[in-house]
Structure formats: structure tokens, C-alpha cells
């Protein structure tokens, strides 16, 4: 019996129009353009300007631009899979509405929430679905909306994230390429690291914690880089032993977008020259669930039939992991 596998045949994706730069965030807070770009390597963010637009509204657009390029009907997709960690509002899933937004009909859909590694996660369980043998297109959207959950006087913060998406259309196949190899990993100590406090369950929202700024991303910048380094490296050394693989066979690292420094230490623990390494953080920062497939977007005219990427990511929780992608065509669509 032939072995199906789960290939990624479409790349979208959307980021806003406005640009905080280095130097707009100089007049905000207590920082300079030079302690930015030495500690994370970013000059500008995007951030998403109009009421009443969310982290849908990005995901849709960049969800559009997927099935356009690859000329599919909506209607043929059979699930939708949103990673995000900002969606619209609790309970009701960015995925079902986006979903119906898209046309896509006779899929199913819901939210795959795992910090940073949100997508990486999804791009795994997209694919066990496809291998299952009952799903044939699977939509994969990462979408964030960091601004809606920055406190922008805390400098630690404020200067790491933007708002951006990405999706892509997986579909099965029975050539050997796609998803071949995938190691994740958690641990819940990480949580007290990077959290917000309140808005969940064991703490709802009240005049309290509004008043304290209980409701913005927190985080212990060395902690979470210590665990971030360790992980996010180490999960890529692994994925290549696992697949026999050397740095030359490895065309390309494609590392979540949160810190300059863990993306060359993960590069380095490859073996890899920085040629091979897909980066965009200096233009959009961490958007979070939308950084992997953003690289995508971005590189995508550079990738070739047979490439060999690895996918490497870390987040809140905290959530790591890395998946190894045999890509299916040659270039942009």
C-alpha cells in the first residue's frame, strides 16, 4: 500500500501597513534603536490599525491569497486549523468563522492555541489527518494580533512583537515529499516565565486587574531566552540525527522569529551557514503564530522541488519543537 503523505502546495500571507519602528518606540518608552537591534535584531514591527478588525481579519486575507495561488474551490477543503494565541474572542474559534468567511463550506475547523509553537504544532497534526487517509485538504492559518496584548510602556515587551499571518494549504500526496519527521516537546514549569495573568479562568477579569495591567503579556526575558536557546537548538540537532541527516543535506532552517541570537545559536547547533537560514525578524519582529509561515511567504520563490527545511520554534508554556519538510514544488505560484 502506498504510504500518503502530507504536502504543503500553497503559501499566503498578509501583514499590516503600519510600521513601528525603532525609532517611534524611542518616544514611547525608556529604549534607542541600537539596545533593540543588539538584543533581538529587529528594526520595525507591523501593527493591524481599524476598529473591529482581529486576528481574522489577517488570517482570512492570508488564507485567500493560499487558495488563489493554488486555484482550489473552498468548498474542496475539508478542515481549517487556526493557531493563534490572540483570537477574536474567547469560546466562539477564529477557525469556524474564518472558515466560513473563506467559502470553505464542508470543512471543519477549530483553534490549536500553543504559544508560539502554535503553528509548528499544527503543521504536525494537519498532517496526521491528511495520513489518516480521510482528509484530503487541509488549511492551516497562523495568525496574531500582538499589539491587542502589549502593554506598550513595558519595554521588554513592546519592542519584540507585531501583528502579521500566514497560511498554507497542505493536501495528500503519495510523491515522497511533505511532512516527513516531527519532535515537540512542553513543560509547564515554563508558565510562570511568559504568561498574562489575568482574563483566564483562575483569574477573570475585574476593575482590579485592568487597574494593575494584569491583562498584557509578562515574561522573564532571561529565563525564557535560557530555555529558549537550549530547546529550540537542541530539537533541530535531534530532528537531523533522527533522519540521518548533515548540515549539507539541510537546505534550509526555518526558525521562529523571536530573538536574532536563538535563531544563530540554533543555526550554529545545525551546522548551518546563515545562508541557509530564512529570517525577517528585522522587518516584523515575533508575530508569533504567524512567523513560520511568513518565512514561508517570503522565501518562497527561493525553494525548490526536494529542498529539505526544518522548522523549529519555541513558546509560552512552555511549547518547543521541530518538524522536518520535504517541499513539494518548485517556487512561487
Not at 515575533?286 to 518562497?300: A, F, I, M, S
Amino acid at each position: 500500500m502506498t504510504k500518503v503523505n502530507a504536502a504543503i502546495t500553497s503559501v499566503g500571507g498578509y501583514i499590516p501597513e503600519f510600521r513601528l519602528t525603532n525609532a517611534i518606540l524611542e518616544t514611547m518608552v525608556d529604549t534607542n534603536d541600537e539596545w533593540i537591534t543588539s538584543r533581538t535584531g529587529i528594526k520595525e514591527r507591523r501593527i493591524l490599525k481599524g476598529e473591529g478588525l482581529g486576528s481574522s481579519f489577517m488570517g482570512i486575507e492570508a488564507a485567500k491569497e493560499a487558495l488563489q495561488k493554488r486555484g482550489i474551490d473552498p468548498k474542496d477543503i475539508d478542515m481549517v486549523i487556526c493557531s493563534t494565541a490572540t483570537p477574536d474572542m474567547p469560546v466562539a474559534a477564529n477557525a469556524c468563522y474564518m472558515a466560513t468567511e473563506l467559502g470553505c463550506t464542508n470543512a471543519f475547523a477549530y483553534d490549536l492555541m500553543a504559544a508560539c509553537s502554535g503553528f509548528l504544532f499544527g503543521l504536525g497534526t494537519a498532517a496526521k489527518f491528511i495520513e489518516s487517509g480521510r482528509y484530503k485538504n487541509v488549511l492551516l492559518i497562523g495568525t496574531d494580533k500582538m499589539s491587542s496584548i502589549i502593554d506598550y510602556t513595558d519595554r521588554a515587551t513592546c519592542v519584540i512583537f507585531g501583528d502579521g499571518a500566514g497560511a498554507v494549504l497542505l493536501e495528500a500526496t503519495e510523491e515522497p515529499v511533505g511532512i516527513i519527521d516531527e519532535v515537540f516537546g512542553s513543560d509547564g514549569q515554563g508558565r510562570q516565565f511568559l504568561k498574562i495573568d489575568a482574563g483566564g479562568s483562575m483569574l477573570p477579569a475585574s476593575e482590579e486587574t485592568v487597574a494593575k495591567r494584569m491583562h498584557f503579556v509578562k515574561q522573564e526575558g532571561q529565563q525564557v531566552f535560557k530555555f529558549a536557546v537550549t530547546n529550540m537548538a537542541e530539537v533541530s540537532a535531534r530532528i537531523m540525527e533522527r533522519n540521518n541527516l548533515q548540515s549539507d543535506d539541510v537546505n534550509w532552517l526555518v526558525p521562529h522569529q523571536a530573538n536574532k541570537r536563538i535563531i544563530d545559536a540554533t543555526a550554529k547547533r545545525m551546522g548551518l551557514d546563515e545562508k541557509k537560514v530564512m529570517m525577517n525578524i528585522e522587518k516584523y519582529g515575533n508575530t508569533t503564530n504567524g512567523t513560520l509561515p511568513l518565512l514561508l511567504w517570503d522565501y518562497e520563490k527561493q525553494l525548490k522541488k526536494g529542498d529539505n527545511l526544518i522548522f523549529a520554534a519555541f513558546g509560552g508554556g512552555f511549547t518547543w519543537g521541530a518538524v522536518y519538510v520535504k517541499w513539494a514544488y518548485d517556487g512561487a505560484k
